[in-house]
């Protein structure tokens, strides 16, 4: 009889799950659950495709066919409701039951709304949150119809959000809670340089701000955002970037580990119950580099997990229980914007640490390592990305390499030098 694998959600994660899977066990019948309308696309480019500058074609990964020759059941416009974790069900809204041998949740994030903080207005029309193709679709149109636009959302989607009002000439101001842009992994220093990159494009960064509300017309189209200070900011169209709240509804009524970081799993993507695994931007897992439980959600990671966690699943159904010998997830991870006229990258881990160093070396050109316990866990590169790959290196490693700040500042680290100073550990 042919194993049974489900799995819930069909970005990156799930897709890579069930590619692998395939590639592992031929004769394995699996399943593909997804609450979106279509198949795998690219994340990444969605912006681009807000921005004007792609068409929707490129942006598609895998049309339907591709999981057709694959023989892989795709179930797009399908929402799981429940999951029996005793008799190994899946449940939908059609009443549909999909019955698995291992199951892997990859079912991602929504972008959370400001109403869930009580602000008024918040669900008002006008005002998009970007996550989806969806979003970028009515992003897209409603700020090339729009004639000033408000941005709140001080991280890595909330740039790609200026970015697009940028790119499509819309006026914004862009309030952020703190004193700088992605406070918590910018000095100031750093920081400036992507501020003055938003002003060149008609993108004005409001400090210590944030909504505590908007204000609609007669229609309920938004009409401004005002601010802690009462500062009110006129707009008729809003994006807003807070962060996710994980999907996981569907497991409340089950032994399944979740907490406010999402899934909880091991570093071979198990949760806490049997047959059932995680991936993707949902799971919490055991960061072995780092020695704790931690969160990655790049598109390289959340790829490379559901292909971990895919392997597993395979092999522990093979042992008929859990395999000597699984496969871990062990990565590093980076984001990469290209939204100036020069490149910005993140790695790793930057916003956490007990120490860090940082250098300017140009009006463009930026870095800033953050190490914990001596070891480096994250960094920020701007302008000059030709050291990551050192960076990325050392992090896998756990070399501790704090002491030597003055050889990591240098514009090209010589690792011959760093070597002699600080060995790879044994």
């Not at 005793?86 to 972008?111: F, Q």
């Not at 918040?122 to 005002?127: K, R």
């Not at 990655?296 to 997990?305: D, F, I, R, V």
Request: glycine residues 10%.
């Amino acid at each position: 009889m042919s194993a049974s694998h489900v799995i819930i959600g069909d970005g990156i994660a799930g897709s890579s799950a069930a590619e692998t899977i395939r590639e592992e066990d031929p004769d394995a019948d699996i399943t593909v659950i997804t609450d979106e309308g279509e198949a795998l696309y690219n994340r990444i480019l969605i912006k681009e495709f807000a921005k004007g500058k792609l068409p929707e074609a490129p942006i598609s990964i895998h049309e339907p066919e591709w999981y057709e020759e694959r023989d892989i059941d795709l179930q797009l416009n399908t929402y799981v409701t429940t999951v029996d974790t005793e008799a190994n069900e899946i449940h939908t809204h059609s009443g549909d039951v999909y019955d698995y041998d291992k199951l892997l949740v990859a079912t991602g994030g929504t972008p959370a709304s400001l109403a869930s903080y009580g602000i008024d207005n918040a669900d008002a029309d006008g005002i998009d949150h970007f996550w989806t193709f969806q979003d970028a679709r009515s992003i897209k149109e409603n700020v090339e119809n729009a004639d000033q636009g408000i941005i709140v959302g001080a991280g890595l989607l909330g740039i790609d959000l200026a970015a697009i009002c940028g790119a499509q000439g819309l006026d914004a101001n862009y309030l952020m809670r703190g004193e700088s842009w992605w406070r918590y992994a910018l000095e100031p220093e750093g920081a400036e340089i992507l501020h003055e990159a938003m002003r060149e494009k008609g993108v004005t960064p409001v400090f210590e701000s944030g909504v505590d509300r908007f204000e609609t017309d007669e229609d309920g189209q938004v009409a401004a955002a005002v601010d802690p200070n009462g500062e009110r900011y006129e707009g008729d169209w809003a994006g807003v970037a807070i962060g996710l709240s994980f999907n996981t509804e569907f497991l409340q009524d089950t032994p399944v580990e979740t907490n406010d970081n999402g899934i909880v799993t091991d570093e071979y993507l198990r949760t806490n119950v049997d047959d059932i695994y995680a991936a993707g931007d949902i799971t919490w897992f055991y960061d072995t580099i780092l020695g704790e439980m931690g969160e990655n959600g790049s598109w390289g990671s959340a790829k490379e997990q559901g292909s971990v966690a895919a392997q597993n699943m395979v092999e522990d159904l093979r042992e008929g229980g859990e395999t000597d010998d699984p496969e871990e997830f062990r990565w590093v991870s980076s984001y990469s914007i290209t939204h100036f006229d020069f490149p910005f990258l993140s790695f790793g881990h930057p916003t956490i640490g007990d120490d860090d160093a940082s250098q300017k070396y140009s009006d463009t050109e930026w870095r800033r390592l953050a190490f914990q316990d001596g070891k480096i866990v994250g960094g920020v590169l701007i302008g000059d990305l030709s050291q990551q790959s050192k960076f990325k290196r050392l992090i896998r490693e756990e070399r501790e390499v704090a002491q030597h700040k003055e050889l990591l500042m240098e514009e090209d680290v010589d690792m011959d030098k760093l070597e002699e100073a600080a060995p790879k550990p044994e």
